[in-house]
């Protein structure tokens, strides 16, 4: 069975078909820049323009970088504040014609992980955090998800943990890969310190250049790249709307 699968993103709106069975990309996958400012009928559109260029007829997942219950939108820390009330699925349904299931985004990557990627056959308390334009957290016990976790606004050093250790603050405040590392380190052992996790996931598009940072990482805690990389969200956007389709 096949899905399409749609990562809404700070930078880019990304789709593709996958394929539930082997977790791939049944297509090669489209990315359209986000619009700015990122209001809920300007990603709606692209949503909308991603289905069109798929041709698709059937459900739909798809992240979005917030909170989000029972498809309402519920924060908006990297995105258009008008979405905060919004009824995202229903949003997203009327303007592709077809049944859309939304989640936050790290949960989405979480899932992936945890069904194809690095997370695989991982029992325990497993912590997937993606490092990009916030930091997003998705939190498994014993492959069971517990939504919305947030973590990357956890109160660190006198501010949101992602003004600290994101990967846009290496860039803008032009960070050597030590120092990030060290501040990624940093936050990690905070999370141990509370949670005592059995292995922590590092996705986003870091995960690809861990070779980089991988030293500074000492924590006790088991630490490896996420392996879905930049697919993770729609792989796990594709086989959450699969799931609610049989729930339904
Ligand atoms: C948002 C999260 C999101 C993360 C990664 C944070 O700022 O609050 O919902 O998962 O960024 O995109």
Redesign the pocket.
Known sequence: MQVLGIDI??SGIKGAPVDLETGRLALARLKIATPQPATPQAVAAVVAELVEHFEWEGPIGSTL???VRKGIVH?A??IDKSWIGVDGEQLLGEATGQPVTLL???DAAGIAEMRFGAGRDRGGVVFIL?F??????GVFVDGHLHPNT?L??LEFKGMDA?RYAAARVRAAEKLTYKNWGTRVNEFLQHLENIFSPDLFIIGGGVSRRMDKFEEYLVVETEVVPARLRNDAGIIGAALTARDRVHSD
């Not at 990009?132 to 957290?137: E, H, V």
């Open positions: 993103g700070g970088p917030t909170v924060s820390a990297n936050n985004d790290a993606t990009g334009t916030g930091i997003g957290s947030e990357g606004h992602e």
